[in-house]
């Protein structure tokens, strides 16, 4: 198994970027695919990004493409979203996940077809 523990939620204005990180404890993190998930007040569970064991390949929403960056410190067990030009619409609580694979280039954007999650980090973005 691997525990996963998100941080570096907060307020941020719109325009502004956060970086979150979800550290990993367990396994060998570098077995595992990763991504981010988010929810808003009132909806359900989105996909946001993914990222595949090697970093080489990454995945995301159309809603956050050319603004969020996935990455993977795999000496750190650790992953990052990058948020930058948040908007009120990013506000949610943003959830990582994982998945053990054995291919090095894939990556997952449903959520149950992740085995893992962590806690979750509350995003707030005001206008």
């Known amino acids: 198994q691997v525990q996963l523990v998100e941080s570096g939620g907060g307020l941020v204005q719109a325009g502004g970027s956060l970086r979150l990180s979800c550290a990993a404890a367990?396994?060998?993190?570098?077995?595992?695919?990763l991504g981010w998930f988010r929810q808003a007040p009132g909806k359900e569970r989105e996909f946001v990004a993914a990222i595949s064991r090697n970093s080489g390949i990454t995945y995301y929403a159309d809603s956050v493409k050319g603004r969020f960056t996935i990455s993977r410190d795999n000496a750190k067990n650790t992953v990052y979203l990058q948020l930058n030009s948040l908007n009120p619409e990013d506000t949610a609580v943003y959830y990582c996940?994982?998945?053990?694979?054995?291919?090095?280039?894939?990556?997952?954007?449903?959520?149950?077809?992740?085995?893992?999650w962590g806690q979750g980090t509350q995003v707030t973005v005001s206008s």
């Open positions: 367990g396994r060998t993190f570098s077995t595992y695919e």
């Open positions: 996940a994982a998945v053990e694979r054995s291919f090095y280039y894939s990556v997952r954007t449903k959520e149950n077809e992740y085995d893992y």
